[in-house]
């Protein structure tokens, strides 16, 4: 959260809000699909292995969101630095 926070400094309220929620989101996605299973016959002994498969698609998504925000971040640094710089006549 601390990025997100860095990003958004005038709306640190809206930033952990959001956060919250996605998190409150995340909660209510796995219930729904723990019930979801139960519902399809799979035990309550089963649920920790649908959690474990699920781990690694978590890991992916997360890896390529950062790798994605880095690329644009270091794009963005690139274009600023490089942009023409505009001077003034100062007499």
């Known amino acids: ?8 400094p005038a709306a640190p309220t809206l930033v952990t809000a959001i956060s919250a929620s996605a998190f409150n989101l995340g909660v209510a996605g796995g219930s729904q699909l ?15 292995w649908i959690g ?4 690694p698609g978590a890991v992916l ?8 925000t ?3 971040a270091t794009t963005t640094a690139t274009a600023t630095a490089t942009a023409p710089q505009h001077r003034t006549n100062q007499q």
């Open 61 to 68: 998504l997360a890896t390529a969101t950062a790798t994605a």
């Open 34 to 48: 723990g019930r979801q299973a139960l519902t399809f016959g799979l035990t309550l002994t089963d649920l920790p």
């Open 52 to 55: 474990a498969l699920l781990a």
């Open 1 to 8: 959260m601390g990025r997100a926070l860095a990003a958004a």
């Open 70 to 72: 880095a690329t644009a």
